[in-house]
């Protein structure tokens, strides 16, 4: 049964860091593209980066600079960097895997995953 478990949310103050993992099974991991989401109260699920299986990345404008994704195929395993924390950062973030990959950019587009996590909250506040 695929799966993915996001870890790595908590608490930081405006300007902190954090580092957001998603550890995927069931599926052939390094043949997906990853996507990160977030979902704000009150709001709508939004795309935050993805990338594909070749390593290209994309980024909404608001977080460019700011987070940086990474991946370990041998792990099954992404990671996102978030570093300058904003409050409007804060956020249910959840990863979701687009398999197989068939596009060759990925997209922040959540349509075209198919597999999704439960989430990580990572709030940010003084």
């Known amino acids: 049964q695929p799966q993915l478990v996001e870890s790595g949310g908590g608490s930081v103050q405006p300007g902190g860091s954090l580092r957001l993992s998603c550890v995927g099974s069931?599926?052939?991991?390094?043949?997906?593209?990853i996507g990160w989401f977030r979902q704000a109260p009150g709001k709508e699920r939004e795309g935050v980066s993805c990338?594909?299986?070749?390593?290209?990345?994309n980024h909404i404008d608001s977080v460019k600079g700011r987070f940086t994704f990474s991946r370990d195929n041998v792990k099954n395993t992404v990671y996102l960097w978030m570093n300058n924390l904003k409050p409007e950062d804060t956020a249910l973030y959840y990863c979701?895997?687009?398999?197989?990959?068939?596009?060759?950019?990925?997209?922040?587009?959540?349509?075209?995953?198919?597999?999704w996590g439960q989430g990580t909250q990572v709030t940010v506040s003084s």
């Open positions: 979701a895997a687009a398999f197989p990959s068939i596009h060759p950019m990925c997209s922040t587009d959540s349509t075209r995953y198919n597999y």
């Open positions: 069931g599926f052939t991991f390094p043949y997906a593209d």
């Open positions: 990338m594909n299986t070749m390593g290209d990345t």
